[in-house]
DNA sequence: GTCAATCTGTGATAGAATGCACAAACGATT
DNA sequence: AATCGTTTGTGCATTCTATCACAGATTGAC
């Protein structure tokens, strides 16, 4: 077990963790691979073999327990704490991501916003005021921030991403349309709604 | 070429033409399968046999005609015409997608925004009035809608799902963080940031 | 015209991910 | 206690993916 894991395995550990939880509220005690597959799309044996790269978990002829397996994951995922969140960007995705509900139910706190439209700086967002970029380093080091969204235009989103790590951050949720340049130590996940749309459409010929 | 090309190929496609008109925008005539894949952080011999599965638009010791090959790749990916949108749920999400810039240009256009919220129906929201979830079969037949986004709750997602395939939708961008159960010849690709977020957190443990 | 430098498209190869199938283990039932 | 149905964890085979490396084509310099 825990021998680097591949990377791909790492991105299915949050699809198993959101089906727990689900079948953990609905008062699921016990599931299955079986299971879990089913609602997932993901055949049983992957699964499997993917909870086996982090040790045994089940008990054969029986399954998982629920709430035990979550919260192995949870661990496992580094969940099982909270998280700082910086939004960078205080347009229309900025305010849809400052005043999203999902975040903190799951552990992701959503703590200053930034923008430089002098217009926008000092105004409320969610319960934040908005604050200047020009003071983002020392903001984001003094409230020990540790994951930034990006949500600014493609022009702005690399100058914003250096000033982002230097301020101490290393994970970095990205929705401008680049790939950004970032330290090794540093991680990014790209979310393009249009990037999403375009694969779709190639399967809707004819 | 053309013998059903692997799906991972056509995911990254919209990258490639991505990076392309940004090319195109700055001028840059021409451009290699290297100077493409350093902007992606992609292998050029990657970005050379993904394209070979569609022809040859390149011409060795030169390579790739900038527009020629944008062109190509919008008629690939069937986004060399337009697209209608429906949005499903005008929360904060479904008004952040339908008050959201970066489709139009890209060919996707929000035709209708639907809600079951008494409020919410009949108000405006980005120059579209709120339906009536009650009205959706008819609507989106009415106006030949071929794109659903979904933005609303995982409770109400999977019979929202049902109602929206039921109106000839053939692909569906789910926000909802459930995996949706529609016929084969639906296509489906999921957002959920908290996904990601979960999947940077694993690498972030000291 | 010749040569060096460059780049594409692709066959071959190495590598990774997935699915199969079964031994071992467990609980329920008789 | 014996049996049956179920489920895990895993070695193995298969399938899928990515990379290597080179022939052939093109350009530009001299």
Not at 1 to 8: L, Q
Not at 52 to 66: A, I, L, P
Not at 136 to 165: G, H, Y
Request: hydrophobic share 45%.
């Amino acid at each position: 077990m825990s021998d680097s894991v591949p990377d791909i395995v790492i991105g299915r550990l949050p699809l198993y963790l959101r089906a727990l939880a689900r079948l953990e509220q609905d008062g699921v005690p016990i599931t299955s691979s079986h299971e879990l597959g089913a609602q997932l799309g993901i055949s049983s044996a992957q699964i499997r073999k993917d909870l086996s790269h982090f040790g045994e978990f089940g008990k054969q002829g029986t399954g998982y327990q629920v709430p035990y397996l979550r919260e192995q994951l949870a661990r496992i995922l580094c969940v099982d704490r909270d998280w700082t969140v910086a939004v960078i960007g205080a347009g229309h995705l900025g305010r849809a991501l400052a005043g999203y509900k999902g975040f903190g139910p799951r552990g992701f706190h959503v703590d200053v916003i930034f923008d430089n439209d002098p217009d926008i700086i000092g105004t409320q967002i969610g319960g934040l005021v908005v604050k200047p970029g020009e003071s983002m380093v020392e903001e984001l080091r003094a409230r020990r921030i540790e994951i930034a969204m990006i949500a600014v235009p493609a022009a702005a989103a690399q100058s914003v991403t250096d000033r982002v790590v230097a301020g101490g951050v290393r994970a970095i949720l990205n929705y401008a349309p680049i790939r950004l340049v970032v330290p090794d130590y540093v991680h990014v996940q790209d979310i393009d709604p249009v990037i999403h749309l375009q694969h779709m459409t190639y399967y809707l010929r004819t």
